[in-house]
């Protein structure tokens, strides 16, 4: 797909990904509707051209008065990028309900509901691309992080349905599975850290620029589902091949972290 002269609307775009997505997408082209909590963050990250709308995802005034927004700015909005999210490291069969729920509003619902504003407006254009920010967690249960990643093979799934259900109105869907991006993802974590062995493991990381590039390059090529880096398809096909070895190491880590 051309990025540019697109209309991006970009979600949790106030730092990490988000961010640095933006940055990357105007570099190509495209013009830009961010939305994030933090106004200040926005609106530098969003420069002098483009369109900030802060406010909570997971409230529905909050997405409707952003697509509002940018139909009314540019009227059109070609690419939707859900990025928004939010981290949970605690055990599923003892974490706090509250927090679980909240987590899905905005990993999972917010996505959802955000895409079934923007969709009659792809339609009506005749085309368009959601992408989905996934993770490697979503391909791969990791234990310290399974609420987390029931909410990303949801997501993950969800982004495979909306690519049928769309393909008639020439509506792309992407999915994006990011490994460990250098941002500050841990720290806003909704509960818990992780295991030690994954923070002592951010030299493998990537940075939020190099996830963004591959965003975009994804987008470029109509994409189905990117992998970042790609050595986390290493990982997927291990476990899809040999479950039990996989699942052992994961169990070592896991319960490093509760030592």
């Not at 995802?57 to 859900?82: C, H, P, W, Y």
Request: aromatic content about 6%.
């Amino acid at each position: 797909m051309r990025i540019e002269g697109s209309v991006v609307l970009i979600t949790g775009a106030s730092e990490g990904i988000g961010a640095a997505c933006a940055r990357e997408f105007r570099k190509r082209g495209a013009r830009l509707s961010l939305t994030a909590r933090s106004e200040a963050k926005l609106k530098e990250v969003g420069g002098a051209d483009g369109l900030v709308t802060a406010g909570d995802l997971t409230a529905a005034e909050t997405r409707s008065k952003v697509v509002s927004r940018t139909m009314e700015r540019f009227g059109a909005i070609d690419i939707l990028i859900n990025n928004a999210g939010v981290g949970f490291y605690a055990p599923s069969w003892k974490a706090p309900l509250e927090e679980t729920r909240a987590m899905f509003e905005l990993n999972f619902f917010a996505p959802l509901a955000m895409t079934q504003l923007v969709v009659p407006h792809m339609r009506e254009r005749g085309g368009g691309m959601i992408v989905n920010i996934g993770s490697i967690a979503g391909k791969t249960t990791l234990p310290w992080f399974t609420l987390y990643s029931a909410t990303k093979f949801a997501l993950g799934s969800l982004t495979e349905g909306l690519g049928m259900e769309l393909a008639p109105d020439k509506i792309r869907t992407m999915l994006v599975c990011p490994g460990y991006v250098r941002t500050g993802f841990q720290s806003h974590a909704l509960v818990g850290r992780p295991p030690d062995r994954l923070l002592k493991g951010k030299k493998f990381a990537i940075t939020p620029e190099q996830c963004a590039e591959a965003v975009a390059r994804g987008v470029e090529r109509n994409a189905r589902t990117i992998v970042t880096p790609a050595l986390g398809w290493v990982l997927i096909v291990l476990k899809r091949l040999f479950p039990t070895i996989v699942e052992a190491q994961m169990k070592k880590i896991h319960q490093s972290g509760q030592q």
